[in-house]
């Protein structure tokens, strides 16, 4: 399977490459008025379609219907360069024949005529690896070579090759792929191969395949092996070894409530799941860089905005100190050896920078949002039905039906939470007291993990950042210490059953 889609899906035609638009034109164009440089640089990051628009060009110069801007893809010429097979468009990975003796082996056969098409074409992907002396060999074959030699050159680092090269190439500098052109391959490829697959799903593969579609497809790949009948949101997270984007939201969520207990038993929950420290900063870094977006550009992005309200009134010169420290960090921590403690010191750091006190409104921060995310809201709300559903889910406080959905999910813990009792909600705070004879089931609530679930599920049902503050109520002890009461007790033989306030 691996691999399959990525040959299968291969553009064989300038229309079926993904973006690039500028340099198809200039290239199309080119091969319609038969104008064709000696040598073409290819540069770009991986993935974007550098040996792929090197190879269609290449069909166009030999198609036995061109040069042509649309090779037939019929002809011998054209099959035998879509296997790879042809005699005259030799393929050669510059990082594995680095050598003087491959070049040299060139510069022999550049005399040569042709087999059997019009141009005799080498394709030299990463050919910034050659040595020196490959590059001083091929420079002699640039300076003059015979009509019928082409070179096409791919990489991803060209600054790393001769300028006395690159001045003799016509240039091409290949962006990385927008959200829409990979995102549209991927529906393509899903419908053509009936594979069912959620739209947030194909933002994440989008947002890790970082532009690059040969990435993007290798890793809808393994998704397809990897999940059930759909692929899912959650799928690529989990494939990716990626913390769940609620986790990192909680960490950042304590680091601007400033409890820092509470930050670092977030971090360790996701480091006690198996999550590498250095993808947990990266999820940090990439929730805060959307947090920027919608500050500084007041652009929507997919941030939900009860999280956003968080930074709402966070100055955005603190944020960026605070994503460089993240930035660093990230760098340093994997030399370090003991890649936890850095975290935390990180943490701390953030914590200090970034931390408002309690009493903080978050009322008020709700009333100062800017107005183009309410329409943005609302516009979300009619154009999907999804979204207005989600919406009316929100329900007012409700312990015993709160208990009641955390017993659809995790019956334990709805039996641990119901040996406490609900005492007072304060704010956003839920305290729930609990009889030192139930403190094994204040400290089951207490577990990071746990609550982490519950929190979210009162989000989920009122769709507010509740806090279950777990307490051991004393009463009773304090009460049986009495030496008075004690004195009652042994006096009638009794027992306590019931403390009223
Ligand atoms: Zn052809």
Redesign the pocket.
Known sequence: MYKVLARKYRPQTFEEVCGQKEIIEILKRSLQTKKVAHAYLFAGPRGVGKTTLARIFA?GL?????PTPI?????????EITNSSSLDVLEIDGASNRGIDEIRNIRENVNLLPAKSRFKIYIIDEVHMLTNEAFNALLKTLEEPPSYIKFFFATTAPEKIPPTIISRCQRFNLKPLKKEEVRKKIIEICEKENIKIEEKAIDEIYDFCEGSLRDAISLLEQLVIFSDEKIKYDDVRNLLGLPEEECIEKILKEIRNKNYIATIESFHYLISEGKDPVLILEGMIRKIKEIITMKVKNKITDLNIEFFNHFKNLEIEKIFEGVNYIIEFKDRIRKEREPILMCEILLLKLTQLWGQEKDYESKKIIEEIPETIFDFKEENEKSSQKDAIEELKYKDFNWEEILKEIKKIKPTLEAALREGKLVKIEGENIYLSFEKKFSFHKSMIEKPQNKIKIEKIIFDYTGKNYKIIPVLNENNESILENPEIKKIIEFFNGEIIQVEE
Request: proline residues 7%; contains cysteine.
């Open positions: 069909k030999n198609c036995l219907e061109g090779p037939c893809n019929k002809c011998d010429n054209c099959i």
